[in-house]
């Protein structure tokens, strides 16, 4: 039996498809089960072990033709008995069309398991996806065993007690960023805790910021892997950043997480989920002061 489960990314929509991935597994224990992602997370989904295959799709429009029609002849031609679509999408809906319409999980038109909830937007994505597999005869869908999301993080040398600082996030909503990041980073380094900014390449700008303002610190934007981050997250004190991937990543690694929401995101909705999670919101994350940050950070990590 070979099956398909698709979820593409951004990461927090991966961290918060692992419980279901999982799920999906044990409800399928000897098939041929393959993951169709994004090209970021082919490496973290083949670490789970979940999988005997990883595809990667980074979902090219109609200008790339060749590389859409490759990923077309791919999927008709594995034969797959059944596919959970966690992505949910317009692409994938079509994908389900030229695939010949095997057993789909999802919202396609026309599937065999269709996820017809009319409040399904409502819903957070976790209890979404969950709502969604009970509904294909996967009853459970509990929170996933991440004991492989880890790497060697020796290399960065760390102090023993660190804060995650993670300042970035989706470029075209800025208003999903706090801007006082480097006041933060200053104001934790006064309480004995190295704030270590983590993000991607292209957030550099904001790690020399924090530097800048909170010299004590260290920048990882752009030097750390998807399984470091785990480790890092595992190793931390503390992580504060806005609605963004890697906090998703280390609420689910067990790392006590203080997000960061404006009007731009609902937490009810998406917010990352884990034992030690905690959020705060304005409608402009410019109200939102340092004070208030650093009280509620302080409470979660127990700092001094």
């Known amino acids: ?4 489960a698709i979820r593409h990314g951004a990461l927090g929509d991966v961290v918060q498809a692992l419980g279901p991935f999982q799920a999906i597994r044990r409800h399928h224990p000897d098939a041929h089960l393959v993951a169709l992602t994004g090209s970021a997370f082919a490496e973290l989904l083949q670490a789970s072990g979940w999988f005997q295959e990883v595809w990667v799709d980074d979902r090219p429009s109609i200008l790339h033709l060749p590389t ?12 797959f008995s059944a596919v959970y679509d966690l992505q949910t999408s317009a692409r994938t809906a079509w994908y389900f069309t030229l695939m010949g319409g095997p057993r ?29 597999l009970r509904i294909a005869g996967i009853d459970e869908v509990a929170p996933p065993d991440l004991d492989w999301f880890g790497a060697d993080i020796g290399r960065f040398r760390l102090p023993e007690s660190f804060a995650l600082v993670v300042p970035g996030g989706s470029k075209h909503r800025p208003a ?55 480790s890092l997250a595992r190793r931390a004190r503390l992580a504060i950043g806005n609605d963004t ?26 917010a990352p989920r884990g034992d030690k999670v905690e959020t705060m919101r304005r409608i402009h994350l410019k109200d939102l002061p340092v004070t208030d940050v650093l009280q509620e950070a302080t409470g979660l990590a127990r700092l001094p």
Request: proline share 8%.
């Open 1 to 4: 039996m070979k099956i398909l």
């Open 68 to 79: 859409l029609v490759a990923t077309i002849r791919r999927l008709r031609a594995a034969g």
């Open 104 to 132: 789909w999980s999802g919202v396609a038109p026309g599937c065999s398991h269709p996820h017809d909830n009319p409040n399904r937007i409502q819903m957070h994505t976790v209890d979404r996806q969950a709502e969604q």
């Open 176 to 230: 999903k960023r706090w801007p006082y990041y480097p006041a933060l980073a200053r104001a934790l380094n006064g309480r004995g805790m190295t704030p270590v900014v983590i993000g991607a390449a292209d957030e550099s700008d904001l790690g020399r910021a924090i530097l800048a303002e909170a010299p004590g610190a260290i920048d990882l934007t752009g030097r750390t892997s998807l399984l470091e981050l785990g």
């Open 245 to 270: 991937g890697p906090v998703h990543a280390t609420a689910a690694l067990g790392c006590p997480s203080l997000v960061l929401f404006s009007e731009e995101s609902d937490p009810a909705r998406c």
